[in-house]
């Protein structure tokens, strides 16, 4: 990054390394008056994200944080929908091969996994904050926590369910299973995120392409679009900006602490 700076090589830079060191790259750039894109989470506190936001106020640099999940294909007419008929309940799942949690011990499915569905979940409430907060984790034979459940409630009694897992076997698809559910007077909808279906079957049938991430299509390519656009003056999409990310690492510790009680080991 200093050779990049010192280069005068970009006027916008991703930054998509541990969690922990984004806020740190992030400020070094921004002094440099560097636009970023920054994956998620933003941090892994949220006091963190609040110390981040206030420094980064002095500055002009734009910070779009990678909430890949609101530009998927299906999602953004879902939500759109969603939001003119109403909804009484969304039922998350995101569930994972087992490898996964092997390659990532330390990191927590909230954190891992449901944090792509929280993000959903703040948009779809249109950053309504949650009344209540309830969580549960599962741990395997080794001790490694595999398997969590959260629930948050509005004070309108809307509730959103997230279930995350790292125990698919090995012949299931690489990134796994991704659905969204949405229940409301009359209606029930499903939404299968991931995987993609476009199939190929020859010795074994696999997912070409599970998470949409066509350069040059898809939600990868919509995420870059509105980050350019935002780049040249333009509004960095809701549930993109830092206030969204605060909210949400907020619900993610809240759960952490709560399932911490209720771990089933």
């Known amino acids: 990054l200093d050779e990049l700076i010192a280069a005068r090589a970009a006027d916008a830079i991703v930054i998509a390394t541990r969690a922990d060191s984004h806020l740190p790259l992030a400020a070094q750039a921004a002094a440099a008056g560097l636009h970023l894109l920054v994956e998620k989470p933003l941090a892994n506190s949220a006091n963190e994200i609040r110390s981040f936001q206030s420094r980064l106020g002095e500055t002009s640099t734009v910070l779009m944080v990678d909430h890949l999940c609101l530009f998927h294909s299906l999602i953004v007419p879902a939500a759109a929908r969603l939001r003119e008929t109403g909804f009484r309940a969304l039922h998350f799942t995101r569930h994972r091969p087992e490898a996964i949690g092997q390659h990532f011990p330390d990191d927590h499915p909230i954190q891992l996994t449901m944090v792509h569905d929280l993000y959903v979940a703040a948009h779809l409430f249109e950053g309504a904050e949650p009344e209540s907060y309830a969580a549960m984790d599962s741990r395997n034979p080794d001790g490694r926590i595999d398997m969590s459940w959260a629930t948050l409630r509005w004070a309108d009694n809307r509730v959103a369910t997230f279930h995350c897992h790292m125990m698919l076997p090995d012949g299931s698809p690489a990134e796994g299973w991704d659905s969204l559910e949405a229940f409301g007077d009359g209606f029930h909808s499903k ?61 993610i510790e809240r759960l952490l602490e709560i399932a911490k009680k209720h771990d089933h080991s």
């Open 191 to 251: 939404i299968v995120t991931n995987p993609a279906p476009w199939t190929w079957t020859d010795s074994r049938t696999t997912w070409p392409v599970n998470l949409e991430i066509h350069p040059d299509s898809g939600m990868l390519a919509a995420v870059w679009t509105r980050f350019l656009a935002a780049c040249r003056g333009g509004e960095v999409p809701d549930g993109c900006k830092i206030a969204d990310a605060l909210q949400v690492q907020v619900w």
